[in-house]
C-alpha cells in the first residue's frame, strides 16, 4: 500500500443545476520518500487537488488516504506551500514560523522551539531578514519563509502548490535549486504541482501530467530517469532530459485537443457612433444627439469637370 | 508666491484666508446695536437701542468675542450649574461621551464579528441592525429615560447616576454602534481566503485563530469603524444634553438660547466644531499608525 493513495476521486462545484466538474476519477499512488510533480494547464483544477490532498476541502466521491488514513482535514503532517505566500502580514518573519512551531510543538521548550524556528529560517538562507515583516521582502524571499514556515513544522509531506509561479524568472531559477537541495537534505515526500515543465522535471521523480479541464484527470506518470544531482546547466545538453520534457509536453497537447471548449456567445453592438469627445459640448443651449449609423445617409453626388 | 511656498508659509495662510473670509461673511450679515438719543414730545431724553442689519439678532464677530470672553479666559471656572468655564463644560460633555463610546465598542465589535463570521447570524440580525441604525439619537433618548426611569446605578466612590445621565449614555452607545459593528463585520467578511488556508492548515486552535490571525487581519477596518462611532458620539452628546438639561457643551447652548445670549450659541458650536475635529484627528493618527503597521 502506497503512502498517499486517491482513489477514485471526484470534485465538483456549485448546485446541482450548474454544476461544474473540476476532477473525476483520480488515481494516484505516491510512495514514501518520493518527489512527485503534477503539471497541467491553468484552470484544470491543480490548486483544487492540492487542497484535496491538504484536507481544506472533501472529495465528492472515492477516498484520499495518507498513510492508509483517509483524510478528513487539515493537519501538521503535511505542510503547504501556497501559491501566494500567505504570510500574515502583520508579523515578522520569524513570528510567522514560530506561529506555526508553536502549535504543533506546543510540548517542546520555549527555547527548543526558537532553535527550531531558527534552523528553518536559517535553512532558507533568511537569518538576516528574522525581524524583518513580509511587506519589506521581496517575493522571492516571502515564498522562502512559506517553504520554510512549512518545514517548520516537521512534515512528513510537503505540498507545494504552484510555489514559484508568482516570481520572475531568474529569483524561480535560485529557488529551485535551492527546493531541490532542501528536498534532498530533508528526504521527504513531496508533491509540486507546476506549470513549467522544465521545473518538473528538475526537481521530480515522476512527473504526472494533470489533463486538460473541465473534468480534468490524471494521466499516465512519466519517470525522470535524469540521475542525480541534476545541475541547471547540464540539462540542457541531456538527452534524456529532452526526451522528457517532449513526453511531458506531447501528453499535455494531446490531451487538450480533443477538449477545446469553445464559447460562442450573440452580442448585439449598440446602434450608436462614438462620439467625438475632442469636440467640447455645449454647456447651455442644445446638445448633440447620439447619431446612429441607420440614420445615417450618404449622397453620392456625381461631380461633372 | 514662491517664498511663502518655500518657507512652507502656505499650510498656515491659505487657512488663515480662508478664516478671514468667512469672518467678513459674518460680519456682513450679523447685526449690530445702534444706540440712538431723541427727544420726546415733553423734552426728555429717550435713549433706543435698536438691533439693525441684514439678521439683527445674530451678533457679530467682534459681540460674540466680548461676550465669550469671560467663558474662555477663565475656562474652568465654575459659577453656577449652568454657568461654567467652556472647557469645564466640555469635559463634562466627554467624560459622558467616553462611557457611552466605550460601551458600543465593547457592544459593537464582537456584535460585528459575530455578523461577519456567521452567515445565519447575519441574516438574523442584518435586518434589525439596519433598521435600527437610521434613528435619529432624539428618538432614542425618550426610550432610555423610560428604560431608566426607576433604575438606580450606585458606584461607590462616584455620584450616583441620574437616569437623565444613564439614558444619556445609552443613547450615545446605541447610536454610535453602528459604524463599528457594520465596519468590523466588512472587515471579518474581508479577510483573504489564504489567512484562514493558513490558520486551517496550522491547525490552530479557535482562540489562536481570533487573536493571531482574525483580529489583526480585521484591526484597520474596525479602526475605521471606531472613528466613525467616536463622530458620531460627539453628535449625540450635543442633542441628549439639550433634551435633558444636563450641565455640558449642549445644554449651556440650549440654555443661552432660551437666555436670549445669542453669542454664546456661537462660542458652543465653535466649541464643539473644534473638540470634534481634534477627536478625528486624534483616532486618525492612531488608525493611520495601525495601517502602517
Known amino acids: 500500500m502506497a503512502f498517499i493513495e486517491l482513489d477514485h476521486v471526484d470534485k465538483g462545484f456549485g448546485p446541482a443545476w450548474k454544476r461544474s466538474e473540476v476532477l473525476s476519477d483520480l488515481n494516484l499512488q505516491v510512495e514514501k520518500g518520493e518527489f512527485v510533480a503534477m503539471i497541467g494547464y491553468s484552470g484544470s483544477g491543480k490548486t483544487t487537488l492540492m487542497s484535496l490532498l491538504a484536507g481544506l476541502i472533501r472529495p465528492d466521491r472515492g477516498e484520499v488516504r495518507i498513510g492508509g488514513k483517509v483524510v478528513d482535514g487539515p493537519g501538521p503532517d503535511r505542510g503547504v506551500v501556497f501559491q501566494n505566500y500567505s504570510l500574515l502580514p502583520w508579523l515578522t518573519v520569524g513570528e510567522n514560523v514560530s506561529l506555526a512551531v508553536d502549535e504543533v510543538f506546543a510540548h517542546k521548550s520555549a527555547a527548543e522551539r526558537k532553535a527550531q524556528v531558527e534552523k528553518y529560517v536559517a535553512m532558507v538562507n533568511l537569518t538576516p531578514a528574522m525581524g524583518k515583516r513580509p511587506s519589506e521582502l521581496s517575493g522571492g524571499m516571502r515564498q522562502r519563509v512559506s517553504v520554510a514556515r512549512a518545514l517548520a513544522i516537521q512534515p512528513d509531506i510537503l505540498l507545494l502548490d504552484e510555489p514559484l509561479s508568482a516570481l520572475d524568472a531568474l529569483t524561480r531559477a535560485n529557488l529551485q535549486d535551492e527546493i531541490n537541495r532542501i528536498c534532498q537534505e530533508e528526504k521527504k515526500t513531496v508533491i509540486l504541482i507546476t506549470n513549467d515543465p522544465d521545473e518538473a522535471i528538475l526537481l521530480a521523480d515522476r512527473v504526472i501530467p494533470i489533463t486538460a479541464g473541465p473534468k480534468a484527470t490524471l494521466g499516465a506518470s512519466i519517470p525522470v530517469l535524469v540521475p542525480r544531482p541534476r545541475l541547471r546547466k547540464d540539462i540542457n545538453s541531456c538527452a534524456i532530459f529532452k526526451k522528457t520534457r517532449n513526453q511531458v509536453i506531447e501528453y499535455l497537447l494531446k490531451s487538450s485537443a480533443g477538449k477545446k471548449m469553445e464559447v460562442s456567445k450573440k452580442m448585439t453592438v449598440p446602434d450608436l457612433i462614438p462620439e467625438d469627445l475632442t469636440v467640447r459640448r455645449p454647456v447651455f443651449g442644445v446638445k448633440p444627439r447620439p447619431r446612429r449609423r441607420s440614420e445615417q445617409k450618404r449622397e453620392n453626388v456625381e461631380v461633372i469637370s | ?293
Not at chain 2, 454602534?177 to 486551517?200: C, E, F, H, S
Open chain 2, 1 to 293: 508666491m514662491k517664498l511663502i511656498q518655500r518657507l512652507g508659509l502656505d499650510a498656515v495662510l491659505y487657512p488663515l484666508v480662508g478664516i478671514l473670509l468667512c469672518l467678513i461673511v459674518w460680519q456682513g450679515i450679523s447685526g449690530k446695536s445702534v444706540t440712538t438719543k431723541t427727544k420726546d414730545d415733553f423734552g426728555d431724553v429717550v435713549t433706543v437701542t435698536k438691533r439693525t442689519g441684514l439678521s439683527a439678532d445674530l451678533p457679530g464677530p467682534l459681540e460674540t468675542w466680548e461676550k465669550s470672553k469671560p467663558y474662555i479666559l477663565h475656562p474652568f471656572a465654575k459659577r453656577g450649574e449652568l454657568d461654567q468655564g467652556i472647557l469645564r463644560f466640555t469635559w463634562l460633555s466627554l467624560t459622558l461621551v467616553v462611557q457611552g463610546y466605550l460601551i458600543a465598542l465593547i457592544v459593537g465589535t464582537p456584535l460585528g464579528f459575530c455578523l461577519g463570521l456567521s452567515k445565519a447570524f447575519g441574516k438574523m440580525f442584518d435586518p434589525i441592525f439596519q433598521i435600527l441604525r437610521p434613528v435619529s439619537p432624539l428618538a432614542w433618548l425618550p426610550l432610555g429615560m423610560v428604560l431608566f426611569l426607576s433604575a438606580k446605578l450606585n458606584i461607590p466612590g462616584a455620584k450616583p447616576y441620574t437616569a437623565s445621565e444613564l439614558a444619556a449614555v445609552f443613547t450615545i452607545a446605541i447610536c454610535s454602534m453602528w459604524p463599528t459593528v457594520l465596519n468590523t463585520a466588512v472587515g471579518v467578511r474581508a479577510i483573504p481566503q489564504d489567512y484562514l488556508n493558513v490558520a486551517k492548515v496550522l491547525k490552530l486552535s479557535r482562540t489562536k485563530t481570533l487573536f493571531k490571525v482574525l483580529i489583526p487581519a480585521t484591526l484597520p477596518y474596525m479602526f475605521t469603524g471606531f472613528r466613525l462611532s467616536l463622530g458620531i458620539a460627539w453628535l449625540v452628546i450635543v442633542a441628549a444634553e439639550m433634551l435633558t438639561g444636563r450641565p455640558g457643551v449642549g445644554g449651556f447652548l440650549w440654555q443661552q438660547y432660551n437666555a436670549l445670549s445669542y453669542a454664546h450659541i456661537i462660542l458652543c458650536i465653535l466649541t464643539i466644531g473644534i473638540v470634534g475635529y481634534a477627536l478625528d484627528r486624534l483616532m486618525s493618527l492612531v488608525e493611520s499608525k495601525l495601517r502602517a503597521a
